[in-house]
Every structure is written in C-alpha cells, then in structure tokens.
C-alpha cells in the first residue's frame, strides 16, 4: 500500500509556501520545496508560527510550476496521512491540486483520539497540537525548534501513525487496519453527534413574553417550563415554527403564549435524525450571525 505523509505551512490568506511529502515506507523524502506566493507579499500571523518570511521564499519556484510534480506524487499515493490533514487537502485544492476520490485520507490526529485520547478524557474533537501529541506518547519534539517546519512535522507525523498503528490488532494487514479503523471512529462519530444533538428546551418567562432557549447540559436556570429531546436543534426549529404566530412586536424571540401553547411545549419530544440535526444546527448559526452582523452594522 503507497502511503504518504504531507504537511503545508501557509500565508495568512492559505497559500502555500511550504510542501513536505514523505513516504510511509522508509520515511524518505518524495517532495519538498518553498513557494513564491502569488498574491500575498507578507504574512505576518502565520510567519510567527511557521517562520518563513518572504525573503526566505522571494526565489523560490510558483506553485504553478511545480504542480505537476506535486500531483503526479499524490495521484500515485493508495493514501495520505497527515495531523488535521483536511487543512492541508484544502490548501492543494487552493492551488489545484486534487485529491482522488478513493484516495484514503488518514488523519493522525482522530487515530491518537481513540487510541489515546479517549483513555485521557480528551473531548471528541478536542485533540491538542502534533507536538504535544508526541509528547502523550513519548516523542521528543520541541515546539520552539522542530514543530511547524513541513518535513519536521511530517516526519512526527508519520512516528506518531506507526505507534498507533500497534494498538491495533496484530493480526490485520496495514490495510485492513485502516479500514477497521474507519468503521470504529466512524461509529464514535455518529455516538458523538447523537450526545451533542441531546439538549433540553426551556421557556423563560419574561415581563415581555416568553423566551424559548436552547441548551445542551441542562436546562436554562431561570426556566418556568423545560423539556428534555433527542434532537435540540429540530425542536427549537419546530417549536420556533409552531410559535410564530405568538411572536411580540418587541422581539421575534418572544412569544406571547397562551396555556395550550404550553401543554404542546411540555408534551413535544422528536426522533433524533442526524441529516435534520445537521441542517438545522448549521441553519441556526447562520441566523446566529447574521444577526450578529446586522446589530454590528447597526
């Protein structure tokens, strides 16, 4: 199996100024090279993590030029690894390069999540930087002199993948570890929608009228009336929607309910349906800002 491991420092505005490929196998280099950006002239808040300056890349080749080479090494790779390697697959379609669609993608960082993570009570989706990673489990890696260079972390990254690669069962293939690996975090995944999907519903009461919050560890402290439901996020949509008629003048989020509008409150309870869940959780940060940039512009 043709796995390599890549890491991409950026400009401020995701052009790369840095690629680092490594093969999996014997951990040697396949690519590496700086990038003259095409637009950006500095780059001042990734500069200071990453250090490269525009002097260091101002004779460096264009990315358009080299991207043949680069997407003759990804096209032949069976898979990519790499720590939160979706920031990186972002920056090679910034500069056009494509990943295949049956190209496995490999993220470290979810690997460390369930082999170490876990037993730390590290929060899903909660996992530190690559070198404290190393650090859990036993890798010297200083972040003041070998994180954020490309081939540094890349190699890290690779020591790490093998590691973890022991904690799981022996008796599989690389291959067949992998794809094991994608059907377990793929279930922890959908268990951990489903638990940030739980919440309680509450009505406030206000001098105003009733103020409908929504909060996922336990009812709102001031609550008259709270429910608890699958699917938070369907039910404030619904009951939004159920409430509309009852809006105030003053706010569209107060409601001036009548006692049947309540008995329906304290009786409504849904299905959790993860597609539902999803758009209208994205739905709701999208009024969310929204309204925050008209009270901004206001």
Request: glycine share 4%; net charge negative.
């Amino acid at each position: 199996m043709n796995l390599i491991s890549l890491d991409i420092e950026a400009t401020d505005s995701g052009e790369m100024l840095e690629l680092s490929i490594i093969n999996h196998s014997d951990c040697k280099i396949a690519y590496h090279s700086y990038f003259k950006p095409a637009i950006a002239r500095s780059w001042p808040n990734s500069q200071a993590v990453h250090h490269i300056s525009p002097e260091m890349v101002k004779n460096a080749p264009s990315i358009k030029k080299e991207r043949p080479a680069i997407k003759q090494i990804i096209d032949a790779a069976d898979g990519i690894i790499g720590f939160a390697v979706d920031n990186d697959i972002r920056y090679l379609q910034g500069s056009n390069i494509d990943v295949r669609d049956h190209t496995k993608i490999i993220d470290v960082r979810d690997w460390f999540w369930y082999y170490k993570g876990k037993s730390l009570d590290i929060e899903f989706g909660a996992v530190p930087r690559l070198a404290k990673c190393a650090e859990l489990l036993g890798f010297e890696f200083s972040e003041e002199s070998e994180a954020h260079s490309a081939s540094n972390d890349t190699l890290m990254t690779i020591k790490l993948f093998n590691a973890l690669l022991e904690e799981a069962d022996s008796t599989l293939s690389l291959n067949e570890k992998i794809s094991r690996f994608e059907t377990l975090f793929d279930e922890e995944r959908r268990l951990y929608a489903e638990k940030m999907a739980r919440g309680f519903m509450s009505l406030i009461h206000t001098p105003k009228g009733y103020l409908l919050k929504n909060n996922h560890h336990q009812p709102a402290s001031d609550a008259e009336f709270s429910i608890e439901v699958p699917g938070r996020f369907q039910a404030e949509h619904d009951l939004r929607e159920k409430f509309r008629k009852r809006e105030t003048a003053v706010d569209s989020h107060i409601y001036d309910l009548r006692k049947s509008d309540i008995e329906f409150f304290k009786a409504y309870t849904n299905l959790y349906d993860p597609e539902k869940e999803e758009f209208y959780r994205h739905l709701a940060k999208a009024k969310k800002k929204a309204k925050n940039n008209l009270s901004f512009n206001l």
